[in-house]
């Protein structure tokens, strides 16, 4: 999810700031191939993680003190050395959420910067109000 709204403030950045570029930039093909990506991206963190957890061997109490089945839980749960999997969990993370919240971070101060340049109230609403649903 985080992957797809990094795309979807990208495209929002392309419509307010290069707006002429848009229709160039952001064609049916660039569309597929970025939610084919986020698509992909999503599946690669789930079968790491998946695949991660189904090495670990399990010995001694099976009883997890959580709602959901998580991923630190069970790696706690296991026998294994835990230090290699939240490693892992960190790393997952870092590349599937912080880099995408900071590319979307970044898409949106370009946006209300580039905004804030317009001169008319009126533009400046309606251009607020193209991003405001995101």
């Not at 191939?33 to 001694?60: K, N, V, Y």
């Not at 590349?95 to 919240?101: D, E, G, K, M, Y």
Request: glycine content about 6%.
């Amino acid at each position: 999810e985080c992957l797809l709204l990094s795309a979807m403030s990208y495209d929002r950045y392309l419509a307010i700031c290069n707006p002429l570029h848009y229709a160039a930039r952001m064609s049916g093909r660039a569309c597929l191939q970025l939610a084919g990506g986020s698509w992909i991206g999503g599946f690669l963190c789930s079968g790491i993680s998946t695949l991660s957890i189904s090495q670990l061997t399990f010995c001694g109490p099976n009883v997890i003190d959580h709602f959901f089945c998580d991923f630190i839980p069970l790696v706690k749960l296991s026998c294994n050395d835990p230090h290699l999997m939240e490693t892992l969990a960190v790393a997952l993370i870092l590349l599937f959420s912080l880099v995408p919240f900071l590319l979307t971070l970044m898409s949106y101060i370009f946006i209300i910067a580039t905004i804030l340049r317009i001169p008319s109230t009126t533009g400046r609403q309606k251009a607020f109000s193209t991003c405001s649903s995101h």
